[in-house]
């Protein structure tokens, strides 16, 4: 996929076609996330992919959707929940740089499911305690953040900031989501 259209169709997706995510796409995010950069080169930071549906169901109430919209309209429905999550785990190795190692891991992670016709939702909003139980990770080991995966169930779209600097995301009537960006005249300079 071309690069540029990776990253404008790359959105957050939060209704998911019940589906299985193919392992093969589990297979290629989890071996592109081992090439990517992080501080020092000491690859702390750890990933569960949960493919299983008992325990995909079992996260599913233990995180908090689109905190810019109604529960009823942010939400997946039953029938929409993702088919698979991937958790982003801390080590007892991690030190001060690995959130940032964590976000250079998460973008590659959404990106290569994203190549592969898979939508996702980055989640901090997450009961990460009780997750962790789920997954049965070991003492000193702390989910950072949680991915949720699935083939797309809905659009959405970049649009321009409006007059009034409005960032929030919004839906249509048919529940497809626009998500204003600023421009690139805004956001950076070439000296
Ligand atoms: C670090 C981080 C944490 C996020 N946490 C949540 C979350 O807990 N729940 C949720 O529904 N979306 C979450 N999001 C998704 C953002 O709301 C989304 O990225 C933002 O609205 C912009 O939309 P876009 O990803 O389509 O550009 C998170 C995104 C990031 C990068």
């Not at 169709?9 to 589990?26: A, D, H, N, S």
């Not at 497809?176 to 956001?187: A, G, H, I, M």
Request: with cysteine.
């Amino acid at each position: 996929m071309e690069l540029g259209r990776l990253f404008q169709g790359c959105r957050t997706y939060r209704r998911f076609l019940q589906e299985p995510v193919p392992e093969e796409v589990i297979l290629e995010m989890l071996d592109n996330v081992r090439m990517v950069s992080s501080a020092g080169n000491h690859q702390t930071l750890r990933f569960v992919a949960v493919r299983n549906p008992e325990t995909v169901e079992r996260i599913q109430p233990l995180v908090k959707w689109a905190a810019m919209l109604p529960k009823e309209i942010g939400t997946p429905k039953k029938h929409e929940q993702p088919t698979a999550w991937i958790a982003i785990v801390k080590t007892p190795e991690s030190g001060p740089w690995s959130d940032v190692d964590a976000g250079i891991a998460v973008e590659s992670l959404v990106m290569t499911a994203y190549s592969r016709g898979i939508g996702s939702c980055i989640m901090g909003a997450i009961d990460a305690p009780a997750i962790a139980k789920i997954l049965d990770l070991p003492d000193g080991y702390s989910i950072r953040m949680m991915i949720a995966l699935g083939k797309p169930a809905c659009e959405s779209h970049i649009v321009d900031v409006p007059e009034n600097g409005e960032l929030k995301y919004y839906v249509d009537e048919n529940r497809n989501y626009y998500v204003p960006k600023r421009s690139t005249d805004e956001l950076a300079h070439i000296i």
